[in-house]
Structure formats: C-alpha cells, structure tokens
Nanobody, 128 residues
Framework: QVQLVESGGGLVQTGGSLRLSCAASKGTISRYAMGWFRQAPGKEREFVAA????????YYADSVKGRFTISRDNAKSTVYLQMNSLKPEDTAVYYC?????????????????????WGQGTQVTVSS
C-alpha cells in the first residue's frame, strides 16, 4: 500500500515557474515507475510526464516538452515536476501516480490505466 502526497502548487503568472513534489507518506515509490497527470475543469485527466524507477528514462507530453522536467530522488521516495515558462493553459489540478508493476530499469508509461496509486492532487493556476 502506497500513499502519495503532492505539494508545491499555487498561483503564478504567465512565464513563471513552479516545482511540484510527490512524496510517499506511506510505503515507498523507489521501485515504481511514476507519472504526472493533470486535469483542467471540464476536461479529462491527461498525461504530462513519466519517469522510470531508475530515473534513466523520461517521457513528456508534447504540450510540455522543453518546459517541464520530471525527476526523482529514490532515497527520499519523492518525485518532482519542475515547470518553467508556464502558460494559462497549464492551469489544472496536477496528480502524481505510481505504477507498481516492475518492468525494468527503462520502463515508463503514459497510459492512465497502468497506474495503481494516485495522490490527491495539487492546484496549479497560471494567470495571464
């Protein structure tokens, strides 16, 4: 059983930066591939970024590529999402998720259906 807690959200102006954190308050995520997703009002939850358990492999949605960076610190059982050059369309609730099916050092997934545990979300609002 894993419990995930996101933090770091807030209100920022266009072009600003935020760093989200996702920590395991119960259990550990050090052996899990991790992902970040977001959900804007009236829209479905969408993939943002993913990282393999080793941190070797990362993958991004086209909409955030070059602006967002996912990373992890397994010793701290924490995953991060550095968000730069933020735009109003990045406004959403951001969720981290853990895929507990170990599939190797390079494995990651963008599929929402592969993730087993989810955090409660943190709100990111980008003002224009």
């Amino acid at each position: 059983q894993v419990q995930l807690v996101e933090s770091g959200g807030g209100l920022v102006q266009t072009g600003g930066s935020l760093r989200l954190s996702c920590a395991a308050s119960k259990g550990t995520i050090s052996r899990y591939a991790m992902g970040w997703f977001r959900q804007a009002p009236g829209k479905e939850r969408e993939f943002v970024a993913a990282i393999s358990w080793s941190g070797i492999s990362t993958y991004y949605a086209d909409s955030v590529k070059g602006r967002f960076t996912i990373s992890r610190d397994n010793a701290k059982s924490t995953v991060y999402l550095q968000m730069n050059s933020l735009k109003p369309e990045d406004t959403a609730v951001y969720y981290c998720a853990a895929d507990m099916n170990y599939r190797g050092n390079y494995y990651y997934t963008a599929s929402i259906y592969e993730y087993d545990y989810w955090g409660q979300g943190t709100q990111v609002t980008v003002s224009s």
